[in-house]
């Protein structure tokens, strides 16, 4: 078969494979605040800090919001978004690794072992924040390597424009590009390519810096203080009193357990080890070594740790992989893609039998969503799952745009300041609620914290309706139909 052909299909194939999975994959409560917020955005002109919670940097949000001017399915936009980004990091793979080994089947290989990863698997279909980071980080690499090359300031303009648009997208990205500025600096022309790496990450960064200037107490609340003492707080009111340290080693060793992971680690660790000598002579070694701690900084530095959070870490192995491991033989390689492929199928076999069995959520979710407005009429929506009442066109409070989280939190605020904040509290659910009274009350995607807002339907006087999975709507006493329920 010709190289071109056999490459082809293997990137077809993993697309296709991709859309399966972001198809199967359940509904993470993690992904509303990604979708409710750039709905907000896309439809009403809202912003996040100004508006509502948003406890991230901002760039997402106006990239699904230009998605959702072309289609109301939002969450299968989002998802496919995140997916495409994954795929295209396969993508950039290949191509370094074809550029620096001159093997198809070697760069195949480096773009299977990350594609295939358990850890990718799972992050890439989900509407988070976590692959086009990635990608662009990837670019941000490959870009410089080029630079470093050819001697152009184009190449550092472009890293310096992706790193910045990555922090932009997930701040743990931020410290990033200190070690893409410092390898600017040890390339000819030192004072240019800096000035050009400087001058992409201005331009990048022009998003933050917006919302920096209009809403900077809230910018800084969200994406710093919420992510620190607030959430603390909270793990502690819950029970959680683990150390931060031991658990993530205990969360580290878990990961490792999983055999893909484990191929990936090991091959990443051997390259390393292979390549680390040529530091001095390689400047993509030089530059992956550079940035390996501050992507491990951003890694770890999060509490609690999540499995998305090491997706960051399977693109530098690939990475490693491709810089360090050597063409031939290639059977060490196509072994590790293997075992990686059989970990990902066994741990993710429940999104591909739902795929094949047709419960295509983000469709699935939107059906859901088109029945809410259908029974309560024009208004807004009471809800902790926010994605599936605007899958259906319906207004939700900003308040809840974050989905659970927001709400779990507010009682470890102030009054003054989940009120200078946007925060809400069962407390002040029924000032909220008076000035704009809900159409209907969405209950039953996190039952564990809905009795605040379970409690206020009964009291007013709010009549149920049983829709599918155990989901109710409960509707104003005059919006009730006649097949309601107490």
Not at 249 to 265: E, I, M
Not at 336 to 356: D, E, N, P
Request: hydrophobic fraction near 55%; aromatic fraction near 14%; proline fraction near 7%.
């Amino acid at each position: 078969m010709n190289a071109r052909v056999g490459t082809a299909l293997f990137f077809a194939a993993a697309l296709v494979g991709m859309i399966a999975l972001a198809l199967g994959a359940e509904l993470n409560h993690d992904e509303h605040q990604f979708v409710a917020s750039a709905a907000l955005l896309a439809r009403e002109g809202l912003l996040p800090y100004r508006d509502f919670p948003y406890f991230h940097t901002p760039n997402l949000v106006g990239i699904y919001a230009l998605l959702f001017q072309l289609t109301d399915h939002l969450l299968l936009a989002a998802r496919l978004f995140s997916m495409v980004c994954a795929w295209l990091s396969g993508l950039v793979l290949f191509g370094f690794a074809w550029r620096r080994s001159s093997s198809i089947a070697f760069a195949l290989g480096v773009a299977a072992l990350f594609l295939t990863n358990p850890v990718v698997v799972y992050t890439f279909p989900k509407a988070w924040n976590n692959f086009p980071p990635v990608l662009l980080l990837l670019l941000a690499f490959v870009s410089q390597c080029r630079g470093a090359r050819t001697a152009h300031v184009g190449w550092f303009f472009a890293s310096g424009l992706f790193v910045a648009f990555a922090a932009g997208t997930r701040i743990s990205f931020a410290p990033l590009a200190l070690p893409f500025l410092v390898m600017a600096w040890f390339t000819p022309g030192k004072w240019r390519t800096v000035a050009a790496a400087l001058a992409g990450m201005f331009l990048a960064s022009i998003p933050v810096f917006f919302f920096l200037a209009i809403t900077p107490g809230e910018f800084l609340f969200d994406n710093l203080v919420y992510n620190g003492r607030v959430n603390a707080a909270y793990r502690l009111a819950s029970g959680d009193e683990r150390s931060a340290l031991a658990a993530k080693a205990f969360f580290v060793a878990k990961t490792l357990v999983n055999p893909g992971n484990l191929a990936l680690f090991a091959a990443g660790l051997f390259a390393l080890w292979q390549v680390a000598r040529r530091y001095r002579s390689d400047y993509a070694v030089a530059l992956l070594l550079a940035i390996l701690p501050f992507v491990l900084l951003g890694v770890f530095a999060p509490t609690p740790s999540y499995t998305q959070y090491y997706s960051v870490l399977a693109a530098v192995l690939a990475l490693a992989v491709a810089i360090g491991l050597k063409p031939r033989p290639i059977w060490p390689l196509a072994a590790a893609v293997g075992l990686s492929l059989i970990a990902s199928l066994v741990q993710h076999f429940t999104m591909l039998t739902r795929f094949a069995s047709g419960k295509w959520t983000p469709l699935q979710l939107h059906a859901k969503g088109r029945a809410v407005p259908a029974e309560a009429g024009p208004g807004r929506i009471l809800t902790l799952a926010p994605i599936v009442a605007l899958e259906g066109g319906s207004e939700i409070y900003g308040a809840f745009a974050t989905g659970s989280f927001a709400w779990r939190t507010a009682p470890y605020l102030s009054e003054e300041d989940r009120r200078r904040h946007g925060f809400v509290a069962p407390p002040d659910l029924p000032a909220l609620l008076a000035a704009q009274p809900p159409a209907g009350i969405l209950l039953g995607y996190d039952k564990e914290r809905e009795e605040a807002l379970l409690n206020y339907a009964k009291t007013h006087g709010y009549r149920r309706v049983k829709l599918p999975d155990k989901i109710n709507l409960w509707l104003p006493p005059a919006a009730a139909p006649g097949n309601s329920s107490p």
